[in-house]
C-alpha cells in the first residue's frame, strides 16, 4: 500500500491512451488529471502541484519536447518527466533527455513497467534530503537546491542525470558499479539495458565535453568513476 497517493499530470492527445491509463493507474491509487495538447498541458503543469508528468512527444499546440524544455528553462520546474515515444533510437531518447526528461517509454508500453517507472521517480525526487554541498575537481553538486556547476558554470541536469552525479560523488574515488546505479535509480524494476548508456551520456555531454579535462570514467564491464585531472593529464601523456 501506499502512504500518499501520486499526482500524474498525463499530457496525451491519444483518447484511447488516455482512458487505458486512467483505468489502469487510478485503481492502484493514482490521481490523474490530463490535458490533450502541450499547450493546455502546460499551463496546467505551471499551475498545478504534480508528483510526476507523462508526456507524450507528438502533440497538438506544442510537442512535448518543447513542453519539456519550456518547463525546465523558463520556470525551472523539476517535476519528474516520463515521456512517452513511438521511436526507439538512442538519438531520440537522448534528445528527450537533453530537454529535461528524467525516463521513457516506447510505445507500446506495458502497463505495470509504466507503474514501476512512475513510482521510481517520484521515489527518487521525494527522497533527496538536505545535505551538504559535494565537490569533485572543479565540480559541485548541491542537493538541496538540486543544482550542479563546474568551474562556476551552472549545468542543467535531469534528475536521472542528477541522480547518477551525485552517486558518484557520494562514492569518489571509488568505482559505483554498474548495478548499484541501476538499483538506485530503478530500484528492482530496471527497465532495458539502453537506459542507462542513454542518462550516462546525458551526463558527459553536459559534465565533461564543454570543458577540457573529462571526470567521468567507465570501467569496461564494471561501473563508472569520477577521476582527478591529474590522473587524466597523466593517462594522456603516457598514450600520448
Known sequence: MRQKNIRVLLVEDNQDITANLYAFLEPL?????????????????VDGHFDVI?????????????????????Y????PILMLTARDTVADRVTGLDCGADDYLVKPFSMKELDARLRALVRRSQGRQVQKVLTWEDLQLDPSTHTVHRSGI?????????????????AAPAIVPRARLEQTLW?????????????????????????????????PHVGFVLVAREVQDTDRQHNG
Open 54 to 74: 507523462v508526456l507524450d512527444i507528438m502533440l497538438p499546440g506544442m510537442d512535448g519536447l518543447t513542453l519539456c524544455r519550456t518547463l525546465r528553462r523558463d
Open 154 to 170: 551552472p549545468l542543467r541536469l535531469g534528475p536521472t542525470a542528477f541522480a547518477i552525479l551525485e552517486e558518484l560523488l557520494r
Open 187 to 219: 530500484g528492482d524494476s530496471p527497465p532495458d539495458s539502453d537506459a542507462l548508456r542513454t542518462h550516462i551520456h546525458e551526463l558527459r555531454s553536459k559534465m565533461d565535453k564543454p570543458f577540457a579535462t573529462p571526470l567521468l570514467k567507465t570501467i
Open 29 to 45: 491509487g493514482y490521481e490523474l488529471d490530463s490535458a490533450a495538447s502541450g499547450t493546455v498541458g502546460l499551463r496546467q503543469a
Open 76 to 79: 525551472a520546474n523539476p517535476v
